[in-house]
């Protein structure tokens, strides 16, 4: 089997983030909603004043600003992600997508790893950690 055939691009996800305890947390929307958002990010359109509703027509994210709205209450807008890599760190008991902008460098990379067969690439993560990719099955994040 041919190594460039054994790659494949991961399936994005959308999130949203929420100020908990002065926390934040990222959360996932549901299916429907995510692949509405993928969708309309996908369409070759431009994303600038787009706005794509969620959770039942509740809140209005637009895509160009990456914000989510409520639309019938008052509530801070949130960041939205669209998401493919995420990280855990010392202190958080659940995943943290890395930024868009990141996640794409890290794609890049293990997709080169992937079709390449060259192994053992280190990136830098925006926090400072080290991410080693070691194989297709197993990556250390140190």
């Not at 959770?55 to 209450?73: F, I, K, N, S, T």
Request: with cysteine.
């Amino acid at each position: 089997m041919d190594a460039g055939s054994l790659y494949e691009p991961v399936t994005p996800h959308w999130f949203y983030c929420k100020i908990i305890d002065s926390k934040e947390t990222w959360i996932p929307f549901n299916s429907e909603d995510s692949q509405q958002l993928e969708e309309a990010y996908s369409s070759g359109k431009d994303c600038n004043g787009r706005v794509v509703p969620t959770d039942g027509g509740r809140y209005d994210v637009h895509l160009g600003e990456r914000m989510r709205y409520a639309v019938y209450w008052d509530e801070l807008a949130s960041e939205v992600r669209r998401c493919t890599w995420f990280y855990k760190g010392d202190k958080d008991n659940k995943y943290v997508p890395y930024s868009e902008s990141f996640s794409q460098v890290l794609e890049e990379t293990y997709m080169l790893a992937v079709t390449l067969d060259e192994w053992k690439k280190k990136l830098e993560s925006p926090n400072r950690e080290i991410i080693i990719l070691h194989n297709p099955k197993e990556n250390l994040y140190k």
